[in-house]
């Protein structure tokens, strides 16, 4: 099991950590703070276990309930990957930035 962030900063919020993103690249399974950053590609239960941010007591929680469900902490380390494969990686977002670059250059000036 990898860590996530768990910081309530406003930074904490906006961002997903590039180890998070490392956690899905090798397949572990990831626990992480429930953010807007984390919710736009992270799903609880499903790729992640998010926990409320800054509270110990809720990671202990998380790490419990992959410790007890064997079955749950193997679904969320594939579809981490998964996501990850297919979102994520570095050419599939490359792509991503040439598409929102090319349509930039084609929109007429003002």
């Known amino acids: 099991v990898c860590l996530g962030i768990f910081g309530d900063t406003h930074k904490a919020r906006l961002v997903i950590s590039h180890k998070v993103y490392e956690t899905l690249a090798m397949g572990k399974p990831l626990i992480t703070a429930d953010t807007p950053a984390a919710r736009e590609i992270l799903t609880d239960g499903e790729n992640a276990i998010l926990c409320h941010a800054a509270d110990p ?27 990850f494969c297919e979102k994520c990686r570095p050419k599939v977002l490359g792509n991503k930035i040439l598409k929102i670059a090319v349509g930039l250059t084609t929109v007429a000036p003002n």
């Open 57 to 83: 007591d809720d990671l202990v929680r998380a790490i419990m309930r992959l410790q007890e469900n064997k079955e749950l902490c193997k679904r969320i380390s594939i579809n981490g990957y998964k996501l």
